[in-house]
């Protein structure tokens, strides 16, 4: 333990030594300024290592001058105050460490001075107990930071620096007049002593009005709506290492008085106002960042918005009517959050220090100069938004779960501010991550060691609260996501670290055979394992643009899937689903053009995920077994994040883009399992919830009109697309909400359909779209317009596509007929009759895009670029092979399938029989129909090889032409580029259709996203950059404050 | 009560600069008028009818002390909140110095680069 | 099963023959109608062999090459997959091997096969064609679903073979008088099916002359047109036993198949030709609607 | 308009802290903790001043914190203006000879004054502030008086340094030898009523002196060398 | 001259052309003739009587093909310039054997009215072999059909076996050919 009043002490002689010092020798004082830092900075986490490790049990109470408590000043350092201190000190080591490697403003003896004695005043506001020491403290803290606001001496940085004093100072009178008069109320300056002789008289008005009142001043300090322009302006305007210290360390000293506020100072309306300032501030704060196109400003508006969040959690911590446990769990996300913050966004800010302009377009592309530079990036982004295993992801998981039932509302405040903050941190990455850039700084050093410790602070509160919170981790795939971490180091030879990822997804393989098929959550294991080890094997030869990052996040997402499938509880499931999409959102971003995709898709997943969270939350347990819950709001949202995994109608938005533009080693992951990931997930939230609530035959019938309505518009507005690879994610997405629609059925039969279309949307969708990674990589473009012909070159392709395309288009010898059979079954059976025509109509209309594919690419006039293609890669043309195979197989012998999904679904009450039996020669039959599928393709394949033959035989003498030798009136075509028939393919029939494809979805959603981005212009609106106007405000507040909450009127 | 009303009044004038006038140079001056008005509050909330000043260097003053002197401890506080004020007003005026060798003028509406 | 697979067989050249009757007489009632003596009846034998024996052919590619096959295959197989005659041994044709879903995929097989040849020969006309055919497809599929759920759910059956039996027991029993509508929409869609004026696009003599197979020359049209061939007449015996009672003999189903081929015809004569957007639209909504009368009546008396 | 809203504002604002006043009578008798200082104040600190008393012993703290932020006040200053260049704004002219002599004869005296009052903080009104701030009156009055004065900035940190380390020293004194920092038993305390009384607290109150008259000097010293090296 | 490879003679051991096959074949040959009708001259109006309702080609089996490759006859309508000669060149060419050409008019035998002038080819049998002239400025629909009827006699006859004389002596025809077509630039033949 080190006392506390030394580490004050001696930093004030040290600031004072230093004063002399910077006359002489800057080297000397520049020495002597690292020295008492590192002293601090040891003192500090002494003292916290000693609460952290139960040596130091009770608070450290300090008596200056050797006065007990009410008389003299006293300093009370407990856990709270160890732990703050630490933190500011250790944000001051690093922020000076950095300031130092980048220079320090001149004269330098004078800055270090201000640094220290910042640092000095935000300990000391965190020891102090006592209120006028608090005040004395605030003052030096202020002082300090007006200096070093202004210490950059440009314009901006001065006026920041005026507007923070000016209101500083109003805030300091409202403290000083309102300890003053707790002084005469009370008649003691020390915090304890008040609160205990508060406690003893009634609180009348009055006094309520002077408790106001300090706390008034600490609002204006903790930057909330709409009395925090000055912080704004201070944030964007002053020097960035300065802005990291102020946000990453003093503000959190002020946020802990303000709990100590709360606590000592019973103040009845203390929820109440920290709900409405708190909630306020988050959610203002974080949408009207939209707008903003300064970096700086722009990540101020996030930290006041996440200081809203901590008011918001102090309220709900200090509120004696919560349960134990919940303010156990509302302390460590407030402990999280802080940390979370702090380091996130000192190191965000350190970051800005290194980029030349802090205009957003400034950003464009400097992720990409410097590795590192992106990682510390990503790493802090992924905090502060809340990514798994980040601290920040914990913090808010934390604090969700601790909120009662009945204050549910603001759960979706939380959730909706977190989605503002998705939407324009993202935006900030997609602008970072986008094209190349200028260069950018290399003091990296602080802001690195900020995210080590971001990483290190997650993985510790992984361990600390998953089991608090029941999150169950399997062990074997936490190895596994070790491992694949692990790969990362393989990274500088790009084969070793592809055969390195497959023996990972080997060994997981071999470790979970004995869980797969099992049951429900087997059967999608062993559909996610072997699934991804066979698109693993086809990313070599095309992922070479992608970086070293990319094998490790392939795993990541594979293995995290493996988790999600073997969740047996909500919240695990949904860790691991917030983790595939954020290491998907990763892979998807590393697509050269799909930054705006990437994007979209981090807001859609963040939509999904946080309905999801909501829906969890309002569980009544959290396994996952039949839970009784009322109304459908529960369902509705839970439904909603898989919805949106599966881009059904009207959460498809994101879809298209990030199909298209994701690199394309990956997008058949992402077509191909991922998307089966919210398959899973609605059909264990219809098995558990759906099926219990009473409207649940009709939520199941929408949710089967949802899936129609997709699987017809989406295949309707696949047929126009150009892009090969937006064809395809059209497509799947139209696929998949077939397999919604056998979800929603509910029964046997439609099951048994939507498990067989899983596997075989997989199959011929991985096939389809590795097929296209390799055309992409040979020829070169995704736009088939300059494709054709490509049959005389890639024949493997070619055959393995047909056959893909014809299990796409449900045509019956090859496998994707069965599922459509039983999907009609089921429906007919079911009475879903309009839904029935739709759907048929819709896999009419997928006869279109199937010809579109096979045309543009594959026949038609080979192009001149493209004569010398050759087929796709070895490793791609294996897993084709594969994959045709086992869709010829399937159609031929769909009892392969079929009956590992019976003995699934044998387990489940009311599945037991399957609803189809099979017999010898009608092969399956249901109680409508049969159908056998061995005959078909016996019958299909004998009678096309018998018309071969004879045809071989009899015909006439049969010869090859010319690419080029067609019947064109006589004309000799110049080039096979006046022949090919590619580029507005079905311009006709958009003609026929042009009412159902006009895209009014995506001009709801943009219509949304305009509208807040309004929104948020005018609210911005308010910050005037005018000093009278915010000290106005401040009155206003002020006034507002006093009225409402207390009884003077 | 008229010292208490003064001094709120005092403040009040100070805020009103701060609220209304152009002139940062005025706008500081605000904050000093509201900095003296706070402490002459402090000053007379410590006031004892009828007492003297707490320096005891009279016998007289040595026994029953506190029926004697005003309270002293507003009286310490208004001290270092005095000095605080000096202390805020100098970095004020060094902050408007530099604005002012900035830009040249003391309008507080040349001043608002940063907003929104 | 040996005995079967050779009356299939049978069958199947039966079909074939009559389709080019079919094709024969129709081109004669045609050129009657337009006041011409026509050619004979059997003129559709004639251009076969004659196209079956030219001397040379040509062929752009593999697909190409195979195509005519899929499409013979494709049309033989419908043929084969739908019953004649049901419940007899012979004439109920390979009807074991699936329902009506499966008859309606499977009919898309053979209009695949030739789409792809045809697209690999490079023409131009080729794919304009093919991609008239398959949008016109989604406009008359819409009318025929609807119908044949119809059918379905009020038959609640899915087989070919149920929706015969459910016909059963008089003249009126037939679907075409039990459910008027849908039959209407039905054959209105055959219109489309048949590609028969006023929804000849996909061959359009005016602008794209005969369509898909542009490059397609001898014995590889000889080959289509028999698939095409077999294909009109699965389609009229498909027809046949959906809406008019199925046939009790062979004899019922000439005379049935040959009602059902008269339609398309006299209304192909008198008409002239939407343009595709129009054919679409016209599909989706009026025979739609008319259907859609059956499909509200048997989803509120169900 | 702007002004009506900023009065209804103030005049609401002061409504409340009128409200707030009006529950603490003028002049009233209450007494907090201060009772403790009034009564004991003597005796446990035998400084005759009791405003010294809590100034410098019991709320010790509060006035390190106080020195403190006056010595950033004078660093945050010469940061800010060291680079300044502000604009002259006017000529300046020579002081008369009756003012160059008459602050001549007062610097000694007022510098004097300035370390009297200091040094008598614990006895009579007044400390080190108050000593400090004559003392940096001193300075002002010869820096507006002689064109040629100019304070040794070295000398004037080194003390204000000095100054403000004795203070932290005496603290830790009283931490090593008294049991806690700035504990006022390591030195004897005296006769009531003395000079050499009262323990380190004439002591603190003479480094406080220094210090404040060294820091308000220098930055009186920095504002007028801003101006004037414009020159 | 490779017979061969032009297929000029039959594959051994499959069906030949002789006996009944080649009946039938020769039969059915000229009962069912695909028109290409090439109008590059005035005779291409006299085609489309020929083909509809009052004249009624399609008794005789006749119909129009659409393109090339499906047709067995080509009608060279009338005068034939230089320039429309390398179109007809190549449209025979893509056309599949047996294939049989009509010439209709004097302007195709002797250049008619044109005989002078300097773009009109006056013989045609120098670049094409002809199975039926129909004579006459322009021969009338009744013309035509007489001149079908005739080639159909010959087909059943086996006696029109101009495209087997154009491959036997296809460097003949390619040198006249290539004497009036200037910048040739044609694929070679196929057949």
Redesign the interface.
């Known amino acids: 333990m080190v006392n506390p009043i030394l580490i004050i002490a001696i930093t004030l002689a040290s600031a004072f030594f230093i004063g002399i010092l910077q006359v002489y020798s800057k080297l000397w004082a520049r020495l002597f300024f690292f020295l008492t830092l590192v002293f601090d900075f040891f003192a500090a986490g002494a003292n916290f290592y000693g609460f952290l490790s139960g040596r130091i049990t009770e608070p450290i109470l300090v008596k200056i001058g050797g006065f007990p408590p009410p008389i003299g000043i006293n300093l009370l350092v407990g856990k709270p105050e160890a732990a703050i201190g630490f933190l500011i000190f250790t944000i001051a080591l690093l922020g000076a460490y950095h300031w130092e490697r980048k220079g320090f403003p001149e004269p330098q003896g004078k800055i270090m001075v201000l640094f220290l004695l910042l640092s000095l005043g935000a300990a000391g506001i965190t020891f102090t107990g006592d209120f006028f020491n608090l005040f004395v403290f605030i003052e030096i803290t202020s002082i300090a930071a007006y200096g070093l606001v202004a210490s950059a001496k440009t314009e901006k940085s001065v006026e920041a620096a005026f507007k923070y004093m000016v209101v500083g100072s109003i805030s300091s009178t409202f403290i000083l007049l309102s300890v003053v008069f707790l002084y005469k109320a009370t008649g003691s300056l020390n915090m304890m002593d008040i609160a205990s002789r508060i406690r003893n008289i009634s609180l009348t008005p009055i006094y309520i009005l002077i408790l106001l009142m300090f706390l008034a001043g600490l609002l204006i300090e903790l930057e909330v709506f709409p009395i925090n322009g000055w912080a704004l302006d201070v944030y964007q305007g002053a020097d960035p290492v300065v802005v990291a210290v102020l946000a990453g360390a003093v503000v959190k000293a002020f946020y802990l008085v303000f709990l100590k506020a709360g606590t000592y100072l019973t103040l009845p309306s203390f929820f109440t106002l920290s709900l409405i300032f708190g909630g306020g501030t988050y959610l203002v704060s974080q949408f009207i960042a939209w707008r903003q196109k300064d970096v700086k400003r722009f990540l101020g508006y996030s930290s006041v918005a996440q200081l809203g969040l901590l008011i918001l959690s102090a309220g709900f911590f200090l509120n004696p009517t919560l349960p134990a446990f919940s303010k156990h769990l509302i302390g460590a996300s407030i402990v999280l959050f802080i940390f979370n913050h702090s380091f996130a966004k000192s190191s965000l800010f350190l970051l800005a220090d290194n980029v030349k302009s802090s205009q957003l377009h400034g950003w464009r592309g400097i992720l990409n100069k410097n590795p590192l530079f992106k990682f510390i990036f990503s790493t802090s982004v992924f905090s502060i938004t809340g990514v798994p295993p980040f601290p920040g992801f914990w913090a808010k998981l934390l604090l969700i779960f601790a909120i009662p039932k009945n204050c549910s509302w603001v759960i979706g405040l939380i959730l909706v501010g977190a989605l503002g903050e998705i939407v324009y941190y993202y935006r900030l990455f997609r602008e970072a991550s986008e094209g190349e850039g200028e260069k950018v700084g290399t003091n990296l050093a602080a802001p690195l060691t900020g995210a080590i410790l971001l990483i290190g602070a997650g993985l510790v509160a992984w361990k600390m609260f998953a089991t608090q919170m029941g999150i169950m981790f399997n062990s074997t795939i936490l190895l596994l996501l070790a491992f694949s971490i692990a790969i990362y180091i393989l990274g500088f030879s790009r084969i070793l670290q592809w055969a390195g990822s497959l023996a990972v997804v080997g060994y997981g393989i071999y470790r979970m055979v004995p869980e797969m098929g099992a049951n429900l959550h087997g059967f999608f294991l062993a559909l996610v394992l072997v699934g991804s080890a066979l698109l693993l094997l086809a990313t070599y030869p095309t992922s070479k643009r992608t970086s070293w990052t990319f094998y490790p996040a392939y795993l990541v997402v594979v293995f995290s899937m493996a988790g999600l499938v073997l969740a047996r509880n909500w919240l695990t499931l949904f860790v691991f689903w917030e983790l595939m999409s954020w290491a998907s959102f990763v892979l998807i971003n590393m697509g050269s053009r799909a930054k705006k995709a990437a994007w979209i898709y981090a807001i859609f997943s963040a939509i999904g995920a946080y309905s999801m969270l909501a829906g969890i939350y309002l569980l009544p347990g959290l396994s996952l077994t039949h839970l009784k819950v009322a109304g459908i709001m529960v369902p509705l949202l839970l439904v909603t994040g898989f919805l949106v995994k599966m881009a059904t109608a009207p959460l498809h938005v994101w879809a298209r883009d990030a199909y298209g533009e994701s690199p394309d080693e990956f997008t058949p992951l992402l077509s191909g399992i991922i998307s089966k990931m919210g398959v899973f997930g609605s059909l264990i939230a219809i098995l558990y919830v759906i099926g219990n609530i009473s409207s649940g035959p009709s939520f199941r019938y929408i949710l089967g009109w949802l899936g129609a309505l997709t699987a017809f518009f989406m295949t309707l507005i696949a047929v126009f697309q150009d892009d090969l690879k937006r064809l395809l994610a059209y497509s799947s997405v139209g696929q998949v909400g077939y397999i919604l629609i056998g979800l929603a059925i509910a029964s046997p039969l439609g099951w048994n359909a939507a498990l067989y279309h899983t596997v075989n949307h997989f199959i011929f969708k991985g096939l389809l779209f590795v097929a296209a990674a390799g055309i992409i990589y040979r020829v070169g473009t995704s736009y088939m317009p300059r494709m054709g012909g490509l049959i005389r070159r890639m024949p493997l392709t070619f055959l393995s596509t047909l056959v893909a395309i014809i299990a796409l288009a449900g045509i019956p010898p090859i496998s994707g007929f069965a599922g459509k059979w039983l999907l009609y079954s089921a429906l007919i059976e079911k009475g879903w009759i309009f839904i029935t025509v739709v759907t048929f109509l819709a896999s009419t209309v997928a006869f279109l895009y199937c010809f579109k594919i096979l045309h543009s690419v594959f026949l038609g006039q080979l192009q001149e670029e493209n004569s010398n293609v050759k087929e796709v890669p070895f490793p791609l043309a294996i897993v084709e092979a594969i994959l045709f195979v086992s869709l010829g197989v399937l159609g031929a012998f769909p009892r392969l399938l079929l009956d590992p999904i019976n003995r699934v679904f044998a387990g489940i009450p009311g599945m037991e029989s399957p609803g189809f039996h099979y017999e010898k020669t009608l092969g399956v039959v249901s109680n409508l129909g049969h159908w056998n599928a061995l005959f078909l393709m016996v019958f299909f394949v004998g009678s096309f090889l018998l018309a071969l033959i004879f045809f071989a035989i009899t015909s006439a003498r049969v010869k090859k032409v010319g690419q080029l030798d067609v019947g064109y009136s006589g004309e000799v075509p110049k080039s096979p580029e006046d022949l090919h028939f590619g580029y507005g393919l079905y311009d006709h029939f958009r003609k026929a259709v042009k009412w159902f494809i006009y895209p009014m979805v995506t001009k709801i959603w943009e219509g949304i996203y305009e509208w807040i981005s309004a929104f948020a212009e005018i609210v911005r609106r308010i910050y005037t950059g005018n000093v009278n106007t915010y000290a106005a405000y401040v009155i206003l507040i002020s006034i507002i404050i006093f009225y409402f909450f207390t009884g003077v009127k | 009560?008229?010292?208490?009303?003064a001094s709120?009044?005092l403040?009040?004038i100070g805020?009103?600069a701060?609220?209304?006038?152009?002139n940062?140079m005025k706008?500081v001056i605000g904050?000093s008028l509201?900095?003296t008005g706070?402490n002459l509050?402090?000053v007379?909330?410590g006031?004892?009818?009828?007492r003297t000043?707490?320096?005891?260097?009279v016998k007289d003053l040595?026994f029953n002390?506190?029926s004697k002197?005003v309270?002293?401890?507003?009286?310490?506080?208004v001290?270092?909140?005095?000095?605080?004020g000096?202390?805020?007003t100098?970095?004020?005026?060094?902050?408007?110095?530099?604005?002012?060798?900035?830009?040249?003028t003391l309008e507080?509406?040349e001043?608002?680069?940063?907003?929104? | 099963m040996v005995a079967r697979i050779f009356y299939a067989f049978l069958i199947l050249l039966g079909g074939i023959a009559y389709g080019l009757l079919l094709g024969g007489i129709s081109r004669k009632i045609t050129a009657r109608l337009q006041n011409r003596r026509g050619p004979t009846i059997f003129q559709n034998f004639i251009d076969v062999w004659k196209l079956f024996r030219k001397k040379t052919a040509i062929s752009h590619g593999v697909m190409f090459y195979l195509a005519p096959m899929f499409r013979l295959v494709g049309g033989a197989g419908t043929f084969l997959l739908v019953p004649i005659v049901v419940g007899h041994p012979y004439l109920s044709n390979f009807s074991f091997g699936g329902d009506l879903i499966v008859i309606m995929y499977f009919m898309v097989l053979g209009c695949l096969g030739m789409a792809l040849g045809a697209a690999e020969s490079g023409h131009p006309h080729s794919p304009i064609a093919v991609t008239r055919g398959l949008s016109l497809m989604a406009g008359y599929e819409l009318p025929f679903v609807v119908s044949v759920v119809v059918l379905m759910i009020a038959d609640k059956t899915t087989t070919v073979e149920g929706i015969v039996r459910a016909q059963q027991g008089g003249i009126l029993h037939w679907h075409i008088f039990t459910h008027p509508f849908a039959a209407a929409a039905a054959f209105i869609s055959l219109l489309g099916m048949m590609m028969s004026y006023p929804f000849q696009v996909v061959m359009a003599p005016q602008e794209i002359p005969i369509g898909p197979p542009t490059e397609y020359s001898s014995s590889f049209l000889s080959y289509m047109f028999s698939g095409r061939s077999v294909f009109a007449v699965a389609k009229y015996v498909l027809f046949m036993d959906l809406f008019l009672g199925g046939a009790t003999n062979l004899g019922w189903a000439f005379l049935k198949t040959f009602l059902i081929f008269l339609w398309p015809l006299f209304i192909t004569n008198v008409f002239p030709r939407f343009k595709l957007e129009q054919a679409v639209s016209f599909f989706w909504t009026w025979p739609t609607l008319i259907g859609l009368i059956d499909l509200i009546r048997i989803y509120i008396v169900r | 308009m702007r002004k009506l809203i900023a009065i209804a504002f103030l005049l609401i604002l002061g409504f409340f802290m009128l409200k707030i006043v009006s529950v603490f009578p003028f002049g009233e008798e209450r007494w907090g903790v201060s009772r403790h200082y009034v009564d004991k104040g003597i005796e446990e600190n035998r400084a005759s001043n009791l405003v010294t008393s809590i100034v410098v012993n019991y709320r010790g703290f509060d006035t390190l914190g106080e020195v403190t932020v006056l010595f950033l006040a004078a660093t945050a200053l010469a940061f800010l203006l060291a680079t300044c260049k502000c604009r002259k704004k006017y000529e300046r002219i020579e002081a008369s000879l009756t003012l160059k002599t008459a602050s001549d004869i007062l610097y000694p005296l007022l510098i004097l004054f300035g370390a009297y009052i200091f040094i008598h903080g614990h006895l009579t009104p007044g400390g080190g502030f108050q000593g400090g701030t004559v003392i940096a009156s001193a300075v002002m009055l010869m820096l507006l008086s002689h064109f040629t004065f100019h304070p040794n900035h070295r000398a004037l940190s080194t003390i204000e340094g000095l100054a403000g380390i004795i203070f932290v020293l005496i603290g830790f004194a009283g931490f090593i030898w008294g049991g806690s920092f700035l504990a006022n038993n390591i030195l004897p305390l005296g006769h009531w009523n003395r000079l050499f009384s009262a323990g380190v607290i004439p002591l603190i109150y003479i480094a406080i002196g220094f210090k404040v008259g060294a820091e308000l000097s220098g930055l009186i010293t920095d504002m007028y060398k801003v101006t004037k090296e414009e020159e | 001259m490779d017979k061969d490879k032009y297929f000029l003679n039959e594959k051994p051991g499959k069906l030949t052309y002789s006996g009944v096959f080649k009946r039938i074949d020769d039969w059915t040959r000229a009962r069912s003739l695909w028109v290409v009708a090439y109008g590059t001259g005035c005779g291409a109006i006299e085609i489309r009587p020929t083909f509809t309702s009052r004249f009624d080609a399609e008794r005789l089996g006749m119909r129009m093909a659409g393109t090339p490759r499906q047709a067995d006859v080509i009608i060279i309508s009338g005068y034939l310039t230089v320039k429309t000669l390398k179109r007809v060149i190549r449209v025979y060419e893509q056309m599949q054997s047996p294939k049989y050409v009509v010439a209709l008019g004097a302007c195709p035998i002797n250049g008619g009215m044109y005989y002078d002038s300097y773009n009109a080819i006056n013989k045609l049998d120098l670049y094409l072999p002809v199975d039926v002239w129909v004579t006459g400025c322009m021969p009338r629909p009744e013309a035509i059909l007489a001149g079908f009827k005739r080639l159909q006699e010959l087909i059943d006859s086996g006696r029109a076996d101009g495209w087997k004389k154009y491959i036997e002596n296809l460097d003949w025809y390619r040198e006249n050919q290539k004497k009036i077509i200037k910048n040739w630039r044609m694929p070679n033949y196929n057949w």
Request: hydrophobic share 65%; glycine share 2%; net charge positive.
């Open positions: 009560m008229a010292f208490f009303t709120i009044l403040i009040l805020l009103y701060v609220l209304v006038k152009r940062i706008i904050l509201m900095d706070v509050l402090i007379s909330l006031f004892i009818r009828g000043a707490p320096i005891i260097n040595l002390t506190s002197v309270d002293p401890l507003p009286q310490a506080l001290l270092t909140a005095i000095v605080i000096v202390a805020v100098a970095v004020a005026l060094s902050i408007v110095m530099l604005m002012y060798s900035k830009k040249g507080i509406d001043y608002k680069e940063l907003k929104w």
